[in-house]
């Protein structure tokens, strides 16, 4: 079983469904996937901080079991644990939202193996999954990769988080989770989850810029991250173009190397759209 990490809310459908049909049509594995979803209702702070749907959950389960008998995608409201943990702390606001702290409540949930790949929601993969999965983490708490601009700004190997592959039985025993939680909870910091994770971590493994490209698509390019990113021109400006604005991936990126994931996330969004 190879065990996926998502997290975010209701917004966020457009990310998981594209990423999860990137995963299974460049993945030639006949292992089965387990895709965990983390969500919480905190419409408190915002109006569109609602959780992702059940009906979103079951539509996903009926595309991954066209994959794989299986495969399947679970739901957790994590709600609770955020309220009793993060309600109020100086990192409420972070830069993204709220729901980039709830991967930290992973190693709460006894259904959460002791491998775990978490993926940002704005990811595609442009080949096979195991080549990632399949990388060795004894001794390590997780591996990542180079984080594009902070190996320059910051350190050569100041990580992204937005791909991480956890030693969750490590993990537990180091208390890397708990630790970033009380640094979530006590201190304002840059980049809210992904330093406390910094700040926690006891051993990490470095891997090469192909795992997570947050600014090429190359061959070699085994995950291609849509972040934010600096554009020079016509004139200096960031944008933040997701992997499903298909038009802007055609115009702007002239990437067309994913239009077999992306075609068929067109016909399954419009699916979708007829049954709700």
């Not at 959460?112 to 990811?123: A, H, N, R, S, V």
């Amino acid at each position: 079983m190879i065990d996926i990490l998502f997290c975010g809310n209701i917004g966020v459908f457009d990310g998981m469904l594209t990423c999860i049909l990137s995963i299974l049509k460049r993945s030639k594995t006949k292992e089965p996937f387990t895709f965990h979803l983390f969500t919480m209702d905190v419409s408190h702070l915002k109006d569109n901080y609602v959780p992702v749907t059940q009906k979103q959950v079951d539509f996903l389960n009926e595309i991954v079991r066209g994959y794989h008998e299986d495969n399947r995608v679970m739901l957790y409201d994590v709600t609770e644990h955020y309220m009793n943990s993060f309600s109020g702390c100086p990192n409420e606001g972070a830069y993204c939202s709220p729901y980039t702290l709830i991967r930290l409540f992973a190693d709460l949930y006894e259904s959460i193996p002791d491998k775990l790949l978490y993926l940002d929601t704005d990811i595609m993969f442009n080949r096979d999954v195991r080549l990632l999965w399949n990388e060795d983490l004894s001794g390590f708490e997780y591996a990542a990769a180079p984080d594009h601009y902070g190996k320059y700004l910051i350190h050569p190997h100041y990580i992204n988080a937005g791909v991480l592959l956890f030693n969750m039985k490590l993990c537990r025993e180091t208390g890397l989770f708990r630790k970033a939680r009380e640094w979530i909870q006590k201190k304002k910091l840059p980049f809210a989850d992904q330093s406390a994770i910094i700040r926690s971590t006891t051993r990490r493994k470095i891997l090469p810029q192909r795992y997570n490209d947050q600014k090429f698509l190359h061959d070699h390019t085994v995950v291609r991250h849509f972040s934010k990113r600096l554009f020079w021109l016509p004139y200096p400006h960031t944008d933040n173009i997701k992997q499903y604005h298909v038009d802007k991936v055609h115009s702007v990126f002239k990437y067309h190397q994913f239009d077999d994931i992306l075609n068929e996330y067109l016909t399954l969004k419009e699916n979708f759209k007829k049954r709700t």
